[in-house]
């Protein structure tokens, strides 16, 4: 393909690109209006199911598919990193020297890291009833984490980071987002239908139906991945060299 040609074909799909998204804002609501057909519909199904956190119940429940995709799309960048950072042939692997760290740096990130990796377990576990959810605590969760990094050293991290087990922990939880759907095609619903189990009292961490399950698979998915992406990018910096020595 030419550079004329990929130009025109820019051109052409980005003009496409901005009528669609200029026929889609001319038929918004008024900005201020008292009308807004799908906010009112999410809002109704999400109480109709006990969710008291309606994005959530979007998330989860309503566009759970999309979700699917989401997470697929985080699942395959990790797997791509991997590969591509993978330790090569002209590359050896040398034990990393510990670094002297500041003491009021040690004591700060040795302080929050238990604090930060609660509060991380607690946005995941509590996605149903207050903002946050399986994304935001699973990246909380999984930072946390690093605070040994910053606050003691490598090695230290590596002992609580086996990698090979955030791997398999981020297999299994994709897997269990994707049996969760499944388990609705063999009840005789739909695919990650919101029918498999009772909505529980509502504002309540039983509440919601499957909305807890898929939000809880997303959020272990999520941390792991991070741990898993973090654990390659740290070894080209910290542990593989090159044969050179560069």
């Given at each position: 393909m030419t550079p004329r040609t990929r130009r025109w074909l820019v051109l052409v799909g980005g003009a496409g690109l901005a009528v669609l998204l200029v026929a889609a804002c001319l038929r918004l609501p008024d900005f201020g209006g008292d009308s807004h057909p799908y906010g009112d519909r999410a809002v109704h199904v999400s109480l109709a199911r006990r969710t008291a956190n309606s994005i959530a119940s979007v998330n989860f429940d309503q566009r759970a598919f999309d979700t699917l995709g989401?997470?697929?799309?985080?699942?395959?960048?990790?797997?791509?990193?991997?590969?591509?950072?993978?330790?090569?042939?002209?590359?050896?692997?040398?034990?990393?020297?510990?670094?002297?760290?500041?003491?009021?740096?040690?004591?700060?990130?040795?302080?929050?890291?238990?604090?930060?990796?609660?509060?991380?377990?607690?946005?995941?576990?509590?996605?149903?009833?207050?903002?946050?959810?399986?994304?935001?605590?699973?990246?909380?969760?999984?930072?946390?984490?690093?605070?040994?990094?910053?606050?003691?050293?490598?090695?230290?991290?590596?002992?609580?980071?086996?990698?090979?087990?955030?791997?398999v922990g981020d297999a299994v939880s994709a897997s269990a987002y994707l049996v969760t759907g499944l388990a609705g095609l063999i009840g005789g619903t739909a695919f990650l239908a919101n029918t498999l189990l009772p909505y529980g009292t509502f504002n309540t961490l039983s509440s919601g139906g499957t909305v807890p399950l898929l939000n809880a698979a997303i959020g272990m998915e999520v941390a792991c991945a991070v741990v898993v992406l973090l654990a390659r990018f740290l070894d080209q910096a910290v542990e593989i060299e090159e044969e050179s020595g560069k």
């Open positions: 989401e997470m697929t799309i985080l699942f395959a960048a990790v797997v791509g990193c991997v590969v591509l950072l993978r330790q090569t042939r002209d590359e050896h692997r040398a034990r990393p020297e510990p670094a002297d760290v500041a003491p009021p740096v040690r004591r700060y990130a040795l302080l929050v890291l238990p604090v930060a990796l609660v509060t991380g377990l607690y946005v995941i576990a509590h996605g149903q009833l207050s903002p946050g959810g399986g994304f935001q605590g699973g990246v909380v969760a999984a930072t946390a984490l690093h605070l040994l990094y910053l606050g003691a050293d490598y090695r230290a991290l590596e002992r609580i980071r086996p990698v090979g087990l955030y791997e």
